[in-house]
C-alpha cells in the first residue's frame, strides 16, 4: 500500500518538477534557499542574522580599533616622510584633517557602538553607512594629491586605501550581500564619478582617469563574488 502511494505521488508529482520524497524535497528547498543567501521563513532568517550579526561583534571591534590606528600611524608616518606634499599649501592640512577629524572618527564611533547591546540589529546598516563614508573620504585623499601630483598612479593609491577598505568590510563586518552590493556601488562609482566630474577635462589626467575606468569595475566584480561565496 505504501509503496502504490508512493508511486501515485511521484507520477502526480512529475509533470510540475516536484520531488514526493520528502527528504528530496527538504534537501532542494535548503538549496533553493542557499542560492538566494536568504532562508524562506522570517523568523529562522531573523534569528540567523540576529546570531551571526552578535557572534561577530568581537571581531568588528577589534577590526576598528585596529584600522584606527594603522590609519593614524600611517597619517603620522606621511606627516614625517612625505616632505614633498609641505610644497603645496594646504595640501598635508587637507589630508589630515579628512583622516584624522573624518576617517579616524568614523572607525573609533563604530567601535564604540559594538558595546552597546542593540547594535547587532543596526550592524548591517552602521557597517555600510562607515564604509561608504571611509572610502570616500580615502578617494578625497588621493584625489587631492592627484591634483598636486599628476604622475602618480591613481589605481594604485585607491587600491592601497579605497579598495583596502572595501576588502576589510568584506573580510571582517558583518553585511548582508545585498548592502555589500550597495556599498561598492555606491564607494566606486561616487569616486569615478567625482575623478571625472572634477578632472575629467584636463589632458594630464586622462590617462589614470582610463585606467581606473577600467580597472576598478573589474576589482568591484572580484568583491561581488568573494561576497556572495563567504
Not at 523568523?43 to 542574522?49: F, G, I, K, L, Q
Not at 551571526?52 to 603620522?76: D, N, P
Amino acid at each position: 500500500m505504501d509503496s502504490t502511494a508512493r508511486e501515485v505521488g511521484r507520477a502526480v508529482a512529475a509533470p510540475f518538477g516536484w520531488s514526493a520524497d520528502p527528504v528530496k524535497q527538504s534537501l532542494e528547498e535548503l538549496l533553493r534557499q542557499a542560492r538566494r543567501l536568504r532562508f524562506s521563513d522570517a523568523a529562522t532568517e531573523a534569528r540567523y542574522d540576529e546570531d551571526r550579526f552578535t557572534s561577530a561583534m568581537v571581531r568588528e571591534r577589534v577590526t576598528m580599533a585596529a584600522c584606527a590606528l594603522a590609519s593614524a600611524v600611517l597619517g603620522l608616518w606621511e606627516a614625517h616622510r612625505s616632505l614633498g606634499l609641505y610644497a603645496f599649501p594646504g595640501l598635508m592640512m587637507r589630508l589630515h584633517v579628512v583622516r584624522f577629524y573624518a576617517v579616524i572618527p568614523l572607525w573609533v564611533a563604530l567601535c564604540v557602538a559594538t558595546f552597546w547591546r542593540g547594535f547587532p540589529r543596526w550592524a548591517g546598516t552602521a557597517n555600510a553607512v562607515v564604509t561608504v563614508l571611509s572610502c570616500w573620504g580615502h578617494s578625497f585623499i588621493a584625489w587631492d594629491v592627484l591634483r598636486a601630483f599628476p604622475a602618480r598612479n591613481l589605481t594604485g593609491m585607491l587600491t592601497g586605501s579605497t579598495l583596502l577598505v572595501l576588502i576589510v568590510a568584506l573580510l571582517m563586518l558583518p553585511m548582508r550581500f545585498r548592502e555589500l552590493v550597495g556599498v561598492v556601488v555606491l564607494s566606486l562609482g561616487g569616486t569615478l564619478w567625482f575623478f571625472q566630474a572634477t578632472l575629467g577635462g584636463e589632458p594630464v589626467h586622462a590617462a589614470n582617469l582610463a585606467t581606473a575606468d577600467f580597472s576598478l569595475p573589474l576589482l568591484a566584480v572580484l568583491i561581488f563574488i568573494g561576497g556572495w561565496f563567504r
